[in-house]
C-alpha cells in the first residue's frame, strides 16, 4: 500500500499541465484570429487608399498611400498591384501576432484585398 503513495498527484500534476497547455493554445488562436480580422481591416483600408488615389490622383503614388494605410493600421504593405490609368487595387498585407504563447513569432498573416472604383 506505501508504494503507491503520492501516485494521484503525480496524474493530477500531469493533467493540469495538459490543461495549461490547451489553454495557452486557447488563447494564441484568439490571438491570431483577432490579428487576421485586423490584418483585413488593413488591407482593406490599404485598397480603398490606393483605389481612391487612382481614381482622384493627388500626385502621390497609389502604392504610397497603400503603404501609409497599411503602416497606420499596424500591417506592412507587401504588394500593390495598382496600374495607372486602370480603376482597381489589389494589395496584399502581412502582419503577425505579437503576444503568442505557445509559437512566438512562427505565425504570419497575408491577407490581400480589392478595391475597385466604380465612377459614372
Sequence with gaps: MKEQRGSVSVVVAAIAFMLLICTMGIADVG???AT??????AADAAALAAAQELAF???ASPAEQ?????????????ACACDPGSFEAVVTVRSAPTNLLLAPRSVVLDVQARAVVDLP
Design 66 to 78: 497603400a503603404a501609409l494605410l497599411a503602416e497606420r493600421n499596424g500591417a506592412e504593405l507587401i
Design 36 to 41: 487576421r480580422a485586423h490584418t483585413r481591416a
Design 31 to 33: 490571438s491570431i484570429l
Design 57 to 59: 490622383p493627388s500626385g
